[in-house]
């Protein structure tokens, strides 16, 4: 009989050697749609004893507790990401904890594809496909925001100063890819930052 194998979105795309930052797939994490009111204390309570901390509660934030990211998407919304193995028995702990609040926990693993940048010129690659402006002082790390990107709907999270976690819908992952792959071909850069040579 036989059974269930996951494959990552971007399992058989490697970064090649012509660009100008580092370039992979995170593929070790899962996902975790959670909704609520914050306003509903029972709903806090319960979230807070299963994650280990408050969910963020101001617009584009960010909160790490041991090995898992609370990533704010409305005032409503968060997306939760820790180790795949992990997600589904962490979805199931949120589910029973928040009982019969109004709300929902969802394990959403295999929904989106992470795409990791690093490097230097990271932020100068995302501004290639996207209006945001990077050298903008509110875009330090922790920073959360839904963007348009290429022409698609995505997720930017700053995990540290030159280190960007760009989170895309599975189905669009492979263009997701071949459009950072272009915009950080070496020969391409812009030199937006200051010390960039």
């Known amino acids: 009989m036989l059974e269930a194998r996951f494959e990552s979105a971007l399992a058989q795309r490697s970064a090649p050697e012509n660009i100008y930052i580092d370039m992979r797939e995170i593929s070790e994490r899962g996902m975790i749609d959670l909704r609520g009111q914050t306003s509903d204390r029972k709903f806090t309570a319960a979230a807070r004893a299963v994650l280990g901390t408050d969910l963020p509660k101001e617009p584009r934030t960010s909160a790490t ?13 968060w997306l939760i990401t820790c180790p795949r ?24 693993s295999d929904m989106r594809a992470i795409i990791r940048l690093e490097g230097e010129f990271a932020r100068e ?8 402006d990077l050298t903008d002082g509110d875009y330090t790390p922790g920073t959360v925001r839904r963007m ?7 997720l930017l999270h700053i995990v540290e100063e030159k280190t960007i976690d760009i989170y895309v819908f599975r ?7 071949d459009f950072l ?11 937006l930052f200051p010390n960039s040579g």
């Open 65 to 77: 507790w041991g090995d898992a990211k609370i990533l704010w998407l409305s005032p409503d919304q």
């Open 181 to 191: 792959v272009k915009a950080a071909r070496k020969g391409s850069e812009v030199r």
């Open 85 to 108: 193995g992990k997600a589904q028995d962490l979805t199931n702990a949120l589910v029973k904890e928040l009982g019969d609040t109004h709300s929902l926990a969802i394990n959403v």
């Open 125 to 132: 690659v995302v501004m290639k496909g996207s209006t945001l």
């Open 148 to 154: 348009r990107f290429a022409e698609i709907a995505a």
């Open 171 to 177: 189905s669009y992952a492979h263009y997701a890819w």
